[in-house]
């Protein structure tokens, strides 16, 4: 498909045990961003890349949360130890070029559920 | 940090009827105003963008209007259908990299 991919859609832990998640950004978009929905609550913003800048990790709620994007497409979000509160859907989104002035599109999203 | 409201926070209405979606931001300075969809249990789904340089944009049944100068965004939907049902989600982007998005608008539309 066109759009952009995520995978798992759902996925339930143990807590304590570490989680990555996928994204598949549209081909030719070189900005990724991840977001975080709680259950009731807004987006929350995690990581931006563009490029081949260095990413803004500004949104990252803890150290036991990272994110890589490799060959500038791929990008995988990684959640250590993982915890009840990190309970959420995680969305991923891609932009054309420069993230500024173009349209960003999301993914279905990845269901997290850490019992 | 900037601050996005969406008012109401829920609105019913009868099959046919036009209604009006607003958003309310803190900062003039923006790049971008998107509206988007979002079905219970699924992703978001992008209806419009507006650049900062742009009044509005229409699509179909959908028009969003832009005033920077008062922090406003409105997305118009005319004649609505029981399709129509979803939350309304608005997200300014400005100088930094993120959007940021209201805590969205919960549609329904009785058939």
Same mark, same amino acid.
């Given at each position: 498909?066109?759009?952009?991919?995520?995978?798992?859609?759902?996925?339930?832990?143990?807590?304590?045990?570490?989680?990555?998640?996928?994204?598949?950004?549209?081909?030719?978009?070189?900005?990724?961003?991840?977001?975080?929905?709680?259950?009731?609550?807004?987006?929350?913003?995690?990581?931006?890349?563009?490029?081949?800048?260095?990413?803004?990790?500004?949104?990252?709620?803890?150290?036991?949360?990272?994110?890589?994007?490799?060959?500038?497409?791929?990008?995988?979000?990684?959640?250590?130890?993982?915890?009840?509160?990190?309970?959420?859907?995680?969305?991923?989104?891609?932009?054309?070029?420069?993230?500024?002035?173009?349209?960003?599109?999301?993914?279905?999203?990845?269901?997290?559920?850490?019992? | 940090?900037?601050?996005?409201?969406?008012?109401?926070?829920?609105?019913?209405?009868?099959?046919?009827?036009?209604?009006?979606?607003?958003?309310?931001?803190?900062? &003039?300075?923006?790049?971008? =105003?998107?509206?988007?969809?979002?079905? *219970? @249990?699924?992703?978001? %789904?992008? $209806?419009?963008?507006? +650049?900062?340089?742009?009044?509005?944009?229409?699509?179909?049944?959908?028009?969003?209007?832009?005033?920077?100068? &008062?922090?406003?965004?409105? =997305?118009?939907?005319?004649?609505?259908? *029981? @399709?129509?049902?979803? %939350?309304? $989600?608005?997200?300014? +982007?400005?100088?930094?990299?993120?959007?940021?998005?209201?805590?969205?608008?919960?549609?329904?539309?009785?058939?």
């Amino acid at each position: 498909g066109a759009g952009v991919s995520q995978s798992p859609s759902n996925k339930v832990t143990e807590k304590g045990k570490d989680v990555e998640l996928r994204c598949d950004p549209i081909s030719g978009h070189t900005a990724l961003y991840w977001y975080r929905q709680s259950l009731g609550q807004g987006l929350e913003f995690l990581i931006y890349f563009q490029g081949n800048s260095a990413p803004d990790k500004s949104g990252l709620p803890s150290d036991r949360f990272s994110a890589e994007r490799t060959g500038g497409s791929v990008s995988t979000l990684t959640i250590q130890r993982t915890q009840q509160e990190d309970s959420a859907v995680y969305l991923c989104a891609s932009s054309l070029g420069d993230a500024r002035s173009t349209e960003a599109f999301f993914g279905q999203g990845t269901r997290l559920t850490v019992v | 940090k900037q601050e996005v409201t969406q008012i109401p926070a829920a609105l019913s209405v009868p099959e046919g009827e036009n209604l009006v979606l607003n958003c309310s931001f803190t900062d &003039s300075a923006i790049y971008n =105003l998107q509206w988007f969809r979002q079905d *219970p @249990g699924k992703g978001l %789904t992008s $209806l419009l963008l507006i +650049q900062s340089s742009q009044r509005e944009q229409t699509s179909g049944r959908l028009n969003a209007s832009l005033d920077k100068s &008062s922090g406003r965004s409105t =997305l118009y939907i005319a004649a609505s259908q *029981p @399709g129509d049902s979803a %939350t309304y $989600l608005c997200a300014e +982007q400005n100088t930094g990299n993120q959007f940021y998005f209201g805590t969205g608008t919960s549609l329904t539309v009785i058939p």
